[in-house]
């Protein structure tokens, strides 16, 4: 499987920015985002099942939203109200029917105050 992302950038502190993701060569039940700050352990943002069942990570409960094109492969990660601690390289991820998991080239997302 092979992930491209887009859509990351330089934001300023209350603004937005979409990620998309798109997958192929491989058929993925889930797909996500996690992210890695200067310094820290990459840690989850969002994930989305073929299903559309979803889990955020409490930081971003209620500003972030991820949601998915089936037919496109594609997860989409719409950041609303972003701030400082949001800057990070930001991953796409996910995971094939057999239990594989794969990783995209990250994206930075950058949010100045």
């Known amino acids: 499987v092979q992930l491209q992302a887009s859509g990351g950038g330089l934001v300023q502190a209350g603004g937005s920015l979409r990620l998309s993701c798109v997958a192929s060569?491989?058929?993925?039940?889930?797909m996500g985002w996690y992210r890695q700050a200067p310094g820290k352990q990459r840690e989850l943002v969002a994930t989305?099942?073929?299903?559309?069942?979803?889990n955020y990570a409490d930081s971003v409960k209620g500003r972030f939203t991820i949601s998915r094109d089936n037919a496109k492969s594609t997860v989409y990660l719409q950041m609303n109200s972003l701030k400082p601690e949001d800057t990070a390289v930001y991953y796409c991820?996910?995971?094939?029917?057999?239990?594989?998991?794969?990783w995209g080239e990250g994206t930075q997302v950058t949010v100045s105050s």
């Open positions: 991820n996910a995971v094939t029917v057999w239990g594989l998991e794969y």
């Open positions: 989305m099942t073929v299903i559309g069942s979803t």
């Open positions: 060569g491989g058929s993925v039940r889930r």
